[in-house]
């Protein structure tokens, strides 16, 4: 059997983004709940805030580290698998990465000891401070890695001269068409995602009758969030798609899993489809009547553009786009129907007793995490077969490395990635189990630098 080079970088690069972009989504969510919650703390003195605090500050350390790590490996992969990608783009995306790193990462790292560690080193409101410039670092770090990622979906301010991407415009790098309007819709995800998580541990822990009080709260908290975010997110997905349907239109077309020019009039929503990208045609179509002219173009009769518009060589291929929207869409609609439940059981003060609601909650636990996945997949797999779109071909751009080195590199990856996320889940199961009550009030330092600085020590240690 023939390897293909570019295949198995488009699978490497894939797997490894979508490992990586779990931890940052969560970090960046609890990041800002962190921040809340300490606030809450300091204006109320409410005790049961600072315990909340703690116990979801050791998950938060876990997520940020393992983000850290994995997305390392993902600089390193532009040269492993995409080198001509990064010959051709690299006066765009380096900078950016760059300025992601100072800007963002040396703000996060500067402050996360005083978080970590500095609880009972500091004054409350520096420790405070440094957990809102934690959070803030990692808004920072997601708008220039979406500026980056966004630029390569809708490319401006760049010329092209003699196979290099030369920067014409750097306010039009940054600020591109699709980045102001990306951006809120990922940051939007990331603390939707932390709000089912944290509404899901207090369920568990109301179902299974303990720590209450936390459970209370943090069920309160995290589905209160997340009420009032999925329904901004519901405008803001809104927006976004507009933008798309305008920049990309492929994308779209094929997330709908529509092929005709013009569907019919009514148009169907399409739920389930089957399709055939060679024969430009679903074998299977399950939708809803009417649905597709009142969604998508607010009209009874309304016709929807299929992906026959765009020539075959350059269209996304539809399942995967189709399925990566479905994904994320069909779980949106279970949050706002949670969210929308939740504010009757709390009017009729049944938030905390209607076992149905709770378990439903503990099941949508992970949910925020597999909506921002089939986002991803929409947004990358919908760009194909382009990686700068309209620029440079993802065939175009891959290494010249032969496919047994990246078939070596994918299988390595996958064995560390799989001790990364097991260890992940055994350590958070852990603290889930142990409980609040025993979370520590701050994470042990491992020891003084005054005896390790001392000038006797010092003087043996040189001359050995």
């Not at 315990?51 to 983000?67: P, V």
């Amino acid at each position: 059997m023939t390897l293909d080079a570019a295949l198995l970088a488009r699978i490497q690069f894939g797997f490894t983004v979508s490992f990586h972009i779990i931890f940052p989504t969560i970090s960046i969510g609890l990041a800002m709940f962190l921040a809340i919650t300490e606030g809450l703390w300091l204006r109320t003195k409410d005790a049961l805030y600072l315990e909340i605090y703690r116990f979801w500050l050791g998950i938060f350390a876990m997520t940020f580290g393992i983000g850290v790590v994995t997305g390392i490996v993902l600089s390193f992969e532009f040269g492993l698998g995409f080198a001509r990608f990064g010959q051709m783009a690299g006066p765009v995306i380096g900078p950016m990465i760059g300025l992601e790193v100072l800007t963002s990462f040396f703000l996060e790292a500067g402050f996360l000891g005083i978080m970590l560690f500095g609880m009972n080193r500091v004054g409350p409101r520096l420790h405070f401070a440094a957990t809102c410039l934690v959070a803030l670092g990692t808004i920072l770090s997601a708008s220039w890695i979406l500026s980056a990622n966004s630029w390569m979906q809708t490319p401006a301010g760049v010329t092209l001269e003699h196979g290099r991407l030369v920067v014409t415009d750097w306010w039009k790098v940054v600020v591109n068409p699709s980045w102001p309007y990306r951006l809120p819709h990922m940051l939007t995800a990331a603390w939707i995602t932390a709000s089912f998580a944290v509404a899901g541990i207090g369920a568990w822990y109301l179902l299974h009758g303990r720590h209450e009080a936390f459970a209370r709260r943090t069920v309160s908290m995290g589905i209160g969030f997340a009420t009032v975010l999925i329904a901004l997110q519901v405008f803001l997905g809104d927006i976004l798609y507009g933008q798309m349907l305008q920049h990309q239109p492929a994308k779209m077309q094929a997330a709908e899993g529509f092929w005709e020019k013009q569907s019919a009039s009514p148009a169907a929503y399409n739920w389930i489809v089957v399709p055939d990208q060679k024969a430009q045609r679903n074998r299977v179509e399950i939708g809803t009547p009417y649905l597709g002219s009142i969604w998508l173009t607010h009209s009874l009769t309304g016709r929807v553009e299929g992906l026959r518009n765009t020539p075959r060589d350059r269209q996304p291929y539809m399942a995967l786009v189709f399925y990566g929207f479905r994904v994320m869409y069909c779980l949106a609609i279970l949050m706002f129907g949670l969210a929308v439940t939740s504010l009757w059981l709390r009017w009729r003060g049944r938030l905390f007793t209607t076992r149905w609601f709770l378990w439903a909650l503990v099941a949508m636990t992970p949910s925020g995490v597999l909506a921002t996945l089939g986002g991803w997949y929409l947004a990358e797999t919908g760009r194909q077969p382009w990686v700068i779109y309209g620029m440079l071909r993802t065939v175009d751009a891959v290494s010249p490395v032969p496919a047994q080195t990246l078939l070596s590199t994918l299988i390595a990856f996958a064995c560390v990635y799989a001790l990364f996320l097991g260890a992940f889940l055994v350590f958070a199961a852990r603290l889930i189990r142990r409980g609040p009550a025993d979370a520590p009030a701050q994470a042990q330092a491992s020891g003084s630098l005054k005896p390790a600085l001392n000038p006797a020590i010092v003087g043996k240690v040189l001359e050995r």
